[in-house]
């Protein structure tokens, strides 16, 4: 059984920083592009970030230079450094793997950013 499950979501202050991870389990995760995903109040879910499994990693606009993806195979974990954190940042943030026609979500985790 496939499970993706994240954690590090909370309340933080405009300016500050949160670290998200996000473990999978249940397949061979090395093969998979990985990512993260958010949902804000009233909005659709958005691409945020994602890690191929060579390593290429894209961001959207809104959060290049303040995000970092990265990941640790061997822990079959996947990571979201968030700094420099907006108000518009709040969200529900989703892990996510993809390979070929396979597509796996976590619960979520929700962010708070104060302003």
């Known amino acids: 059984q496939v499970r993706l499950v994240e954690s590090g979501g909370g309340l933080v202050q405009a300016g500050g920083s949160l670290r998200l991870s996000c473990i999978t389990s249940?397949?061979?995760?090395?093969?998979?592009?990985l990512g993260w995903f958010r949902q804000a109040p009233g909005k659709e879910r958005e691409f945020v970030a994602s890690i191929s499994w060579s390593g290429r990693i894209s961001y959207s606009n809104s959060v290049k230079g303040r995000f970092a993806i990265s990941r640790q195979n061997a822990l079959n974990t996947v990571y979201l450094q968030m700094n420099s954190l907006k108000s518009e940042d709040t969200a529900v943030y989703y892990c996510?793997?993809?390979?070929?026609?396979?597509?796996?979500w976590g619960q979520g985790t929700q962010v708070t950013v104060s302003s």
């Open positions: 249940g397949d061979t995760f090395s093969n998979y592009v």
């Open positions: 996510t793997a993809l390979f070929g026609s396979s597509n796996y």
